[in-house]
């Protein structure tokens, strides 16, 4: 058996990976949340994990095989990784859930510290670095609402493209990096099969919301101004990235990870089916 420990299962990778996981023969799922008692999902295992509770890693990651570490967006991000390390027993496999080109963003920057720490862990390490996800768009704390709502995308874009990665693409690759040899010491650089416009994107979910979605183009300034903190600049720097075309990159590593091509908008918007 293979113990495979998701440090986020209600996440959106977490959840799928979850379930392809699941559907493996051999593979005991632990599904991490800091409310287990939410999680249900056929053949997973529900284990209070907490990112703000460190008391509760050392009992989740008991005996596993595998660990899928899902970056927590915390400014602390790098310093809780390498104490989870440290309690992760040393011959797990350890995949980083990290994003897209993160090299541009300097050998000091958070996202470049925290994948350091998983490649100086001790651990037979793979990382991801995913371009945005699809499911934003189905995500209550980002575009849901305002999609079924109002019919508009509201997003910087300025003319950019983004590569959307269905992130049932994501876990596909995550199952075999997680469970098979091969990928050890490996970053894996993960896009859809196509850029798009933010007026293209909307044209396409205009189908599966049933109204024409309008793309409101925005400043970074508005888009972040709700937010405060490290969350704030966090955004900031994302979509500044994303303006200079930082998430517009396709690559082929879905296919050459896992044999299939990486799924369409249109393909992840059908499958969803109608917006509520
Ligand atoms: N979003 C993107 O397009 C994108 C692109 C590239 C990289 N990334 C990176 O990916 C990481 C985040 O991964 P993710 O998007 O898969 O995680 P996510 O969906 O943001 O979920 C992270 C955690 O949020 C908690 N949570 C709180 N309320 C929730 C709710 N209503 N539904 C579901 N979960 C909820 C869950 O933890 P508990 O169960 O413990 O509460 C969950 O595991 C970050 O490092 C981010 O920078 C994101």
Not at 100 to 109: P, V
């Amino acid at each position: 058996m293979t113990r495979v420990l998701i440090t986020g299962v209600r996440a959106k990778t977490g959840y799928p990976l979850a379930e392809q996981l699941a559907a493996r023969q051999g593979v005991e799922v632990l599904g991490g949340s800091a409310d287990p008692a939410s999680v249900s999902i056929a053949g997973v295992r529900p284990v209070a994990f907490s990112w703000d509770d460190p008391s509760t890693w050392s009992a989740a990651a008991d005996g596993i095989d595998a660990l899928f570490l899902i970056r927590p967006d915390l400014e602390q991000a790098p310093e809780l990784i390498e104490k989870l390390l440290a309690v992760t027993p040393s011959g797990a496999r350890v995949t980083l859930l990290s994003e897209l080109d993160a090299d541009s963003l300097g050998a000091e920057s958070w996202a470049m510290r925290a994948e350091g720490v998983v490649r100086r862990g001790g651990h037979r390490w793979t990382i991801l670095r995913p371009s945005w996800f699809m499911q934003v768009f189905t995500d209550r704390r980002y575009y849901r609402d305002e999609l079924a709502l109002d019919a508009r995308l509201t997003f910087p874009a300025a003319g950019a493209e983004v590569a959307w990665i269905d992130t049932r693409d994501i876990a596909a690759v995550a199952v075999r990096t997680l469970l098979e040899d091969g990928h050890d010491g490996k970053t894996y650089e993960l896009s859809g099969p196509a850029a798009l416009s933010l007026p293209r994107t909307a044209e396409l979910l205009s189908v599966a919301v049933g109204k024409t979605v309008a793309h409101q183009d925005i400043s970074i300034e508005d888009a972040v101004g709700g937010l405060s903190g490290f969350e704030r600049y966090a955004f900031t720097v994302t979509f500044e990235r994303l303006l200079r075309g930082g998430f517009a990159t396709v690559t082929g590593s879905v296919e050459e990870v896992t044999g299939r091509p990486a799924r369409s908008l249109e393909t992840f918007l059908a499958d969803v089916g109608p917006f509520a």
